[in-house]
């Protein structure tokens, strides 16, 4: 960070040592004046430093065979060694494999969910109605996943499980069946409870770019003789669309982060070989058998994949000329 | 306005049939949509408000069948499980308190546009959303500051959100700036500036981030798992109702659950774990869910104000 292009705004090229003295003055005085917004700031600095960068530091142990202990100068480096096992790692394959698909069908589901409730709260007439719908549909973003996963598996559950109930009533399903039981079916529940929980919630931001469009735009299309879904196909979805981008482009860095909670809380051991996820993965080798070395090395994995989506997305959304995160 | 061929007349307005017929669709969806959204709760509630033997034979849906107390009598009657309510509500208070405050007087300072370390501190914040050191690096680092059981890791790790960071600044850009020049000219420090005119200026944004602390905080449960699992003193309700519910699905089926919760054998005949769950995720929830709509304009607001543009 370059203080002084910052402050100034001309570049640092014109060298002459007069002129370079009496900025670095500007500069201290400057200092000087603001040392109130400097101290106000500079605890929080020192905390940041510690809590978010510090940890940094730690990803060194996914070179080393690390053991607890030790100071850092007689730790063994091993390079590559723990990529090396994970990749050959059938569990890690499985967890991958796993985190993966929960990850593409909640980003898929999740994102038709909200364009198409979003688009559909915007055609209610009603405002009270509409307002009391949109409080009703936030209201699962706010429970814990606690909460929520005591909530679903009671509603999946064999004997007095709604879910049972009601598919039995229609006649889909014969006998009750154990959901959470059958490992085929998790990427499924997964997928319908975080719609469930985040649907009204990412309306949010859609409802916030339709609330943009220019209501003129309506009416002329109105007059013009357009139907509902007309109006729907040519006016409020392409106007989303610089929206939808700059969300998939974040959701896309996101694409190993399923999230820990729903499949920790919901996973049990006769769905483990759906359920497992590299969070989990990390938690079950780092917390629970000691594995320092290879749990961190799972996390660096993670966050290079997820930097390495982050940034090709966006490159292409800016190679196709659409709106982009940076 | 064009008259279309067929259709309703509505007040002053034609709608024509396949506009009825939308509409119809829409509300009805509408109406499902918030059954699927509330049913959930509602038979939580019903459950919890039953006689716990009496519930176990199922079939109750929105009304508790034989109406009772008892539940949470015995849950608030638990030694552990007021306490975890205790800790629950203490480090929603405190860290909600300590953060939005924290966060605000950060915000204050990256908002000053003439400030000479501005883009240095936004920046060194802002890089910290896109990667973390992960689960163990960190873990390493609360056991070296010996903040390993305390409750004082509920709190300090989580003092500045960098999304509510971004959100407070938004709003306090938005402020008129000649207010605090003015402040300025008559002599007023950063901090009177501070505490005289952003923070209450900037109350609706404030507001908005208490919520979003607060349900962060009210909801935690994986730091007590990590940090505090073999403290039960600083145990959360969140925890506790997370235990009871990894006791339900490993054992999986109704009957045998009966055998998953210790605390319940002893009181066999008036509690099951059923009932405890429901109870606690009553409790557990209800605080939440008063609160959440009244706040609902705000929380709109600061989503939108720091959600798409995070720089």
Redesign the interface.
């Known amino acids: 960070?370059n203080?002084e292009k910052?402050?100034h705004g001309t570049p640092l090229s014109s060298s002459l040592p007069k002129e370079k003295a009496t900025r670095k003055k500007q500069?201290w005085r400057?200092?000087v004046q603001?040392k109130?917004?400097?101290l106000?700031?500079f605890p929080?600095?020192i905390?940041?430093f510690?809590?978010?960068?510090?940890?940094?530091?730690?990803?060194t142990?996914a070179f080393q065979n690390y053991r607890p202990g030790l100071p850092f100068s007689e730790q063994e480096w091993i390079g590559w060694k723990q990529f090396q096992f994970l990749f050959q790692d059938e569990s890690f394959l499985r967890v991958l494999r796993n985190t993966l698909a929960m990850s593409v069908i909640n980003l898929v589901l999740g994102f038709v969910t909200a364009i198409t409730?979003a688009i559909?709260f915007n055609?209610?007439?009603n405002g009270k109605?509409k307002r009391?719908?949109?409080?009703?549909?936030?209201?699962?973003h706010?429970?814990?996943?606690?909460?929520a996963?005591?909530?679903?598996?009671?509603?999946l559950?064999?004997?007095?499980g709604?879910v049972n109930i009601v598919l039995q009533k229609l006649h889909i399903i014969d006998e009750p069946v154990?959901w959470?039981?059958v490992g085929k079916y998790f990427w499924g529940i997964i997928g319908a409870s975080e719609v469930?929980k985040n649907l009204?919630w990412n309306t949010?931001?859609y409802?916030?770019a339709i609330s943009m469009i220019d209501p003129e735009q309506y009416e002329a299309a109105?007059?013009d003789?357009a139907?509902?879904?007309q109006r729907i196909f040519y006016i409020t979805l392409p106007s989303l669309k610089p929206?939808i981008i700059?969300?998939l482009i974040?959701n896309l860095?996101n694409i190993l982060e399923t999230g820990?909670?729903p499949q920790y809380?919901?996973g049990?051991?006769?769905n483990l070989d759906y359920s497992e996820n590299l969070?989990i993965f990390?938690?079950k080798y780092?917390?629970s058998m000691g594995n320092?070395s290879l749990?961190?090395a799972a996390?660096?994995f993670?966050?290079v994949v997820s930097?390495i989506f982050?940034f090709s997305a966006n490159h292409i959304a800016k190679r196709l000329g659409q709106a982009r995160?940076? | 306005m064009k008259k279309t061929s067929g259709g309703l007349k509505i007040g002053t307005r034609y709608v024509s049939w396949g506009d009825v017929v939308f509409d119809v669709c829409n509300y009805s969806f509408m109406v499902f949509l918030c059954i699927v959204m509330i049913y959930p709760m509602l038979n939580t509630l019903a459950i919890s408000l039953n006689d716990a033997n009496d519930a176990m034979k199922g079939g109750i849906y929105l009304w508790p069948r034989e109406f009772t107390l008892y539940n949470y009598q015995y849950v608030l009657k638990e030694n552990t499980l007021l306490n975890a309510l205790l800790i629950s509500v203490l480090r929603t208070v405190l860290g909600t308190g300590i953060s939005v405050f924290c966060t605000a007087m950060v915000a204050y300072v990256i908002s000053r546009k003439e400030f000479v370390f501005r883009k240095f501190v936004t920046i060194a914040f802002i890089l910290t959303m896109y990667f973390n050191g992960g689960l163990i690096p960190t873990y390493l680092l609360m056991r070296d500051l010996h903040l390993i059981g305390t409750f004082w890791v509920y709190i300090i790790p989580g003092i500045i959100g960098v999304f509510n960071l971004i959100v407070i600044r938004s709003f306090i850009e938005g402020l008129p700036n000649s207010l605090i020049e003015s402040a300025r000219i008559d002599g007023a420090g950063e901090f009177k500036i501070f505490f005289k005119i952003v923070l209450p200026l900037s109350l609706p944004v404030l507001a908005t981030v208490s919520l979003f602390v607060a349900v962060y905080q009210w909801n935690s449960w994986f730091d007590v798992f990590l940090y505090n699992s073999s403290n039960p003193n600083l145990s959360t309700l969140q925890y506790e109702l997370m235990k009871i519910l990894q006791n339900t699905n490993a054992t999986m089926s109704g009957k045998t659950a009966a055998d998953a919760f210790a605390n319940a054998q002893a009181d066999a005949n008036t509690v099951t774990p059923a009932s405890i769950r429901a109870t606690m995720t009553i409790i557990a929830s209800v605080p939440i869910i008063l609160v959440y709509p009244f706040l609902q304009k705000y929380f709109i607001k600061g989503l939108t104000l720091g959600g798409v543009k995070g720089e």
Do not use: C, H
């Open positions: 960070m203080i910052t402050t500069l400057k200092i603001q109130t917004l400097i106000m700031s929080f600095l905390w940041l510690i809590f978010k960068y510090v940890p940094l530091w730690g990803w142990m409730l559909l055609e209610l007439r109605f009391i719908v949109q409080t009703i549909s936030y209201m699962p706010f429970l814990s996943w606690v909460v996963a005591s909530i679903i598996s009671y509603a559950s064999l004997e007095n709604i154990l959470l039981g469930w009204g949010i931001i409802l916030a109105e007059i003789g139907s509902r879904l929206t700059i969300l974040m860095g820990f909670e809380l919901l049990n051991p006769m969070d990390v938690l780092g917390i320092f749990a961190t996390g660096i993670k966050t930097f982050l995160l940076f």
